[in-house]
Nanobody, 126 residues
C-alpha cells in the first residue's frame, strides 16, 4: 500500500513559479513509477508528467514541455513538480499518483495508476 500527500500548491501570478511535492509512504515506493495529473473545473483529469522508478525516464504533456520538470528523491520518498512560466490555464487541482508495480518507464494514462493523493490547488492569476 502506498499513501501519497501533495503540498506546495497556492496562488501565483502569471509568469511565476511553484514547486509541488508529493510525499509517499510505503516500502516499495522507490520502485514505482510516479506521475502528476491535473483537473480543472468542468474538465477531465489530464496527464501532466511522469517519471520512472530511477528518475531517468520522464515524459510530459505537450502543454507543459519546457516549463515543468518532474523529479524524484527516492531517499526522501518524494516526487516533485517544478512549474515555471505559469499561465492562467494551468489553474487546476494537481494530483500525484503511483503505479503499483516495479518499472523504470513512465506512464501517461490514468488507468495505469493504482494510488492517488488528495490533490493540491494551483491557481494562476492573470
Amino acid at each position: 500500500q502506498v499513501q501519497l500527500v501533495e503540498s506546495g500548491g497556492g496562488l501565483v501570478q502569471a509568469g511565476g513559479s511553484l514547486r509541488l511535492s508529493c510525499a509517499a509512504s510505503g516500502r516499495t515506493y522507490s520502485r514505482y513509477p510516479m506521475g502528476w495529473f491535473r483537473q480543472a473545473p468542468g474538465k477531465e483529469r489530464e496527464f501532466v508528467a511522469g517519471i520512472g522508478s530511477s528518475g531517468t525516464n520522464t515524459g510530459y504533456a505537450d502543454f507543459v514541455k519546457d516549463r515543468f520538470t518532474i523529479s524524484r528523491d527516492n531517499a526522501k520518498n518524494t516526487v516533485y513538480l517544478q512549474m515555471n512560466s505559469l499561465k492562467p490555464e494551468d489553474t487546476a487541482i494537481y494530483y500525484c499518483a503511483a503505479v503499483g508495480r516495479d518499472s523504470d518507464r513512465y506512464y501517461r494514462f490514468s488507468n495505469s495508476y493504482n494510488y492517488w493523493g488528495q490533490g493540491t490547488q494551483v491557481t494562476v492569476s492573470s
